[in-house]
């Protein structure tokens, strides 16, 4: 690959992390200002569906920040009906273009609408997770770093265990008991894209019991020089009970990534994954690493991990 294109895309990658904390840091901001006590419930209009925002929703063990769930129609149509749960990371740009980094949200209440209406997929509760400053921290995978053998990698101080542990032991039983969730692993699933795709299969494999499925949108493999992959040699799950989805561009930062995904997809073999099964790999010819090209495909990912006929997914 050329080493002034890698320099480019790098470089690009950098800029846009910038720009995504500089933006987190006006959020916080506001944040702060606001009168409501740490859980506010506040009800926003979504184009589908019910949006449901708590602000400033509090941890133990990471930072507060807002938590978006998002209920398709059925969920108030079918009050006996149970839903499955979709975790998903950077949450401030799946709903809201107003909150979205440069405007332009990933339509994930639209594409599940049209999922369902088509019977594509049964429905399901949407938890989006909204990131802070800290976001390279929480989503670099903590215990890739530990088992690095580079001195360098090992200078990060990743933050990710501390998050998973909110996620798992703080925001997932919360949900669970305010909503009419399916709470067990085959209905629950995590989701995100590039270090929120690092994060989403970090979930899967330090808690195999508590996620049945990961969607990882143009994941970052480069961080860190690639030593999530050494990780995931040793702790990804076997096949058998766990869905992998798994995609990236060509252009942009998305040009580096085709490589290491290779390497990933040796680990998926060698651990009995099959192909369009239990796992997939998707190339985007001419994709950019960025919202406007993950709001195109967003519906890809959600119906393999939440496809009604599991074998039919369309991919």
């Known amino acids: 690959m050329n080493p002034l294109f890698d320099a480019f895309a790098f470089q690009f990658f950098w800029y846009r992390a910038w720009c995504e904390a500089l933006q987190r840091m006006f959020i916080a901001a506001a944040a702060q200002r606001i009168s409501g006590p740490p859980d506010y419930l506040e009800t926003r209009s979504a184009r589908f569906g019910m949006l449901r925002r708590y602000r400033e929703f509090s941890s133990d063990y990471i930072a507060s920040r807002n938590v978006d769930v998002w209920l398709p129609s059925e969920y108030h149509q079918m009050p006996g009906r149970r839903f499955p749960v979709i975790y998903m990371h950077d949450g401030q740009n799946l709903f809201d273009p107003q909150s979205s980094f440069i405007g332009v949200d990933w339509g994930v209440d639209e594409a599940m609408s049209e999922l369902i209406a088509a019977e594509r997929v049964g429905g399901a509760i949407v938890v989006g997770i909204w990131n802070t400053p800290q976001r390279s921290q929480e989503y670099m995978p903590e215990r890739a770093v530990k088992l690095s053998p580079s001195p360098l990698a090992r200078r990060r101080s990743p933050l990710s265990d501390s998050y998973l542990k909110f996620l798992v032991r703080e925001l997932k039983p919360f949900i669970d008991e305010h909503y009419r969730t399916l709470p067990d692993r085959e209905n629950t699933f995590t989701m995100g894209s590039s270090m ?17 499925g990961a969607g990882c949108i143009s994941t970052h493999w480069p961080a860190s020089g690639g ?8 702790a990804l799950p076997p096949a058998g009970e766990h869905r992998l989805y798994f995609d990236h561009g060509t252009a942009t930062v998305d040009a580096l990534y085709e490589p290491y995904q290779q390497e990933v997809d040796q680990i998926l073999i060698a651990k009995g994954y099959k192909h369009g099964e239990d796992w997939v790999t998707l190339r985007f010819e001419g994709a950019e690493h960025g919202e406007r090209a993950w709001r195109k495909r967003v519906r890809i990912p959600l119906e393999f991990l939440l496809a009604t006929n599991k074998g039919d997914s369309h991919l």
């Not at 929120?196 to 019991?209: D, F, K, M, R, T």
């Not at 030593?227 to 040793?234: E, K, N, P, R, T």
């Open 227 to 234: 030593i999530v992959i050494d990780y995931l040699a040793g």
């Open 196 to 212: 929120g795709g690092l994060i989403s299969i970090y979930a899967l494999c330090e808690y195999p019991n508590c996620f049945a």
